[in-house]
Nanobody
Framework: QVQLVESGGGLVQDGGSLRLSCAAT?????????MGWYRQGPGEQRELVAR???????QYGDSVKGRFTISRDNAKNMVYLQMNSLKAEDTGVYYC??????????WGQGTQVTVSS
C-alpha cells in the first residue's frame, strides 16, 4: 500500500503562484521516479501535469511547460509542484500519483486549485 496526501491548493488570482506538496508513505521502498501530478478540470478528463520518468527526468504536459516545475525530496518521500503564471484554465483538482507496473496506480485524495480571472 502507498498513501499519498496532497496539500497546498487554494484560491489564487490569474498570474499568481502556488506550490503543491505530496507526502508519500508506505511500508515498502518507494521509487520517487514513479511520482507525478495529474489534474482534472470541471467536466474534463484527468490529464498529466508533470511526472518523473523512469530515468528520473521530468516530463510535463504541453499546457504547463515553462510555467510549472516538479521537484522532489527523496529523503522525505515528498514531491512538489511549483506553479507559476497561473491561468484560469489551470483550475481543477490536482492529484498526486504513484504509478505501478502490472497493477493499479495509487492516487491521493486531490487538492483543489482555483485560479480567478
Amino acid at each position: 500500500q502507498v498513501q499519498l496526501v496532497e496539500s497546498g491548493g487554494g484560491l489564487v488570482q490569474d498570474g499568481g503562484s502556488l506550490r503543491l506538496s505530496c507526502a508519500a508513505t508506505s511500508g515498502r521502498f518507494l521509487s520517487m521516479n514513479r511520482m507525478g501530478w495529474y489534474r482534472q478540470g470541471p467536466g474534463e478528463q484527468r490529464e498529466l501535469v508533470a511526472r518523473f520518468t523512469d530515468i528520473g527526468s521530468a516530463q510535463y504536459g504541453d499546457s504547463v511547460k515553462g510555467r510549472f516545475t516538479i521537484s522532489r525530496d527523496n529523503a522525505k518521500n515528498m514531491v512538489y509542484l511549483q506553479m507559476n503564471s497561473l491561468k484560469a484554465e489551470d483550475t481543477g483538482v490536482y492529484y498526486c500519483n504513484y504509478r505501478q507496473f502490472g497493477a493499479s496506480d495509487y492516487w491521493g485524495q486531490g487538492t483543489q486549485v482555483t485560479v480567478s480571472s
